[in-house]
């Protein structure tokens, strides 16, 4: 499978790295399996581009869907404080 780009937001791209989705998810709480599990599942997906904020929804939907809501509200917590 091919490497997937990923989109950010000021329009630049950068390969997707899987490692990128673990730390921000257990700095967020996360137990680690989860967060690599979360990860891997992305790194799966057949998708040649994702957008940055279609990977952060996918995270936050499955932190939650594996019962790590409270890591999923930090990390929304942490991105309203450091977009605003």
């Known amino acids: 499978m091919g490497l997937m780009e990923i989109k950010k937001?000021?329009?630049?791209?950068?390969?997707?790295?899987?490692?990128?989705?673990?730390?921000?998810?257990?700095?967020?709480?996360?137990?680690?399996?989860?967060?690599?599990?979360?990860?891997?599942s992305l790194s799966e997906r057949s998708e040649a581009t994702m957008k940055s904020s279609e990977i952060r929804e996918y995270v936050l939907t499955e932190l939650r869907s594996k019962g790590a809501a409270s890591a999923a509200d930090s990390w929304e917590a942490y991105d309203k404080k450091k977009k605003s």
């Not at 950068?14 to 990860?39: D, F, L, N, T």
């Open 9 to 40: 937001r000021d329009g630049s791209t950068e390969i997707y790295m899987s490692e990128k989705v673990v730390v921000s998810a257990v700095k967020c709480g996360a137990p680690y399996e989860v967060a690599r599990e979360i990860a891997s």
